[in-house]
């Protein structure tokens, strides 16, 4: 079964850092582009960052630029994001899809970010 | 940034009945090998959001063909024929054409 795992959410402070990782079973992931999504609480859907398949491209949307950095370890089918300097207005569901398009999707991984 | 926009917000919809989305984008998203990356989602209550329609109009694999899409340029469209109870949620578009990827703000069916 083609699925994607998120982990790594939880609370943080304001200015803190956190790491989501996302793990993916029944396809190689290495094959494909992947991306990170996120939803803040009752609030539609917004791409943050997308990794071609050997990582020597990134993209990122403007409100995370400097501060997040998406990355993939091939050998374990990972993909990563990697969130610094965190503000109350990161704080939603995280989201991996796998590639460009965002065919399949995760079960999200929750980020609180609050003092 | 490409702006993609939604209408309407809301819609109440009959059982059995059609039900119509429309998406509009602010600049062409034609890509440069021709093919147009206009994708449609579905958000049930709680759960992640799936893909239900890529490139406009190829339907995703296990989506009901209630549910279609079409449109070109900027201009786009979801049907679903006949709304069933398992279609409440909302619906959203995305264009994978520019970067960043941007999203509609979505749709949200609901049952009369």
């Known amino acids: 079964e083609v699925q994607l795992v998120e982990s790594g959410g939880g609370l943080v402070q304001p200015g803190g850092s956190l790491r989501l990782s996302c793990t993916a079973s029944g396809f190689t992931s290495s094959n494909f582009q992947m991306s990170w999504v996120r939803q803040a609480p009752g609030k539609g859907l917004e791409w943050v960052a997308n990794i071609n398949q050997d990582g020597s491209q990134r993209f990122y949307v403007d409100s995370v630029k400097g501060r997040f950095t998406i990355s993939r370890d091939n050998a374990k089918n990972s993909l990563y994001l990697q969130m610094n300097s965190l503000r109350a207005e990161d704080t939603a569901v995280y989201y991996c899809?796998?590639?460009?398009?965002?065919?399949?999707w995760g079960q999200g991984t929750m980020v609180t970010v609050s003092s | 940034d490409v702006v993609m926009t939604q209408s309407p917000l809301s819609l109440p919809v009959t059982l059995g009945q059609p039900a119509s989305i429309s998406c509009r984008s602010s600049q062409s998203l034609v890509y440069s090998d021709g093919n147009t990356y206009l994708n449609w989602f579905q958000q049930r209550p709680g759960q992640s959001p799936r893909r239900l329609i890529n490139?406009?109009?190829n339907r995703d694999s296990g989506v009901p063909d209630r549910f279609s899409g079409s449109g070109s340029g900027t201009d786009f469209t979801l049907k679903i024929s006949r709304v069933e109870a398992e279609d409440v949620g909302v619906y959203y578009c995305?264009?994978?054409?520019?970067?960043?990827?941007?999203f509609g703000g979505g749709t949200k069916v609901e049952i009369k």
């Open positions: 995305m264009q994978g054409t520019h970067w960043p990827l941007t």
């Open positions: 899809a796998r590639d460009r398009q965002c065919y399949i």
């Open positions: 490139k406009v109009s």
